[in-house]
T-cell receptor, first 115, second 116 residues
């Protein structure tokens, strides 16, 4: 079945770059996402990438997709203490035009930014 | 836009009681999703609606759970009777109906349910 995996924890110093990794199993994934969850809050969509793209950049965020290895990463440049949160990777399967709008979420990676 | 609105934000109830969680999606969005988040199981999709019609309810844990969407601006998730293992944060999300339908899901703040 579909599965999305992430490492549980990442600690970085303020100003450094953070790289959060994710692997998935569904080869028919069409879209892949990164969500951010701050304590006591809902999930905030950060960015997403189509599966026919290798890279997407949005200000401090860079998403890299290796479709062959089914590996997705999120790089946060110049990480700030306000970036401390749980980051979820998610994928939408079903192929292009697939009937399902179901997202499969990873377990989340807790990013701790040390001042 | 106010975003996805959920109520109540916190609910504490005793085992056996009925619990009703409410969600108002973003105006104009045609898809609505209910998720449950726990430490043990992470984020799970319970059910989703498209144009008020349930499309996939395979994630609904058992008959004690039911969800309705009587109109485009309101949905409920009901648990009857509630059990301690239902304690979790329940999120509602909505998505616009377009070629990218389901791609962009916007989450509400969640309802933290505690069943004692």
């Amino acid at each position: 079945g579909e599965d999305v995996e992430q490492s549980l924890f990442l600690s970085v110093r303020e100003g450094d770059s953070s790289v959060i990794n994710c692997t998935y199993t569904d080869s028919s994934s069409t879209y892949l996402y990164w969500y951010k969850q701050e304590p006591g809050a809902g999930l905030q969509l950060l960015t997403y990438i189509f599966s026919n793209m290798d890279m997407k950049q949005d200000q401090r965020l860079t998403v890299l997709l290796n479709k062959k290895d089914k590996h997705l990463s999120l790089r946060i440049a110049d990480t700030q203490t306000g970036d401390s949160a749980i980051y979820f990777c998610a994928e939408k399967g079903g192929g292009y035009g697939g009937a399902t709008n179901k997202l499969i979420f990873g377990t989340g990676t807790l990013l701790a930014v040390q001042p | 836009d106010a975003g996805v609105i959920q109520s109540p934000r916190h609910e504490v109830t005793e085992m056996g009681q009925e619990v009703t969680l409410r969600c108002k999606p973003i105006s104009g969005h045609n898809s609505l999703f209910w998720y449950r988040q726990t430490m043990m199981r992470g984020l799970e999709l319970l059910i989703y609606f498209n144009n008020n019609v349930p499309i996939d309810d395979s994630g609904m844990p058992e008959d004690r759970f039911s969800a309705k969407m009587p109109n485009a601006s309101f949905s409920t998730l009901k648990i009857q009777p509630s059990e301690p293992r239902d304690s979790a944060v329940y999120f509602c999300a909505s998505s616009p109906d377009s070629l990218l339908a389901g791609v962009l899901q916007y989450f509400g703040p969640g309802t933290r349910l505690t069943v004692t």
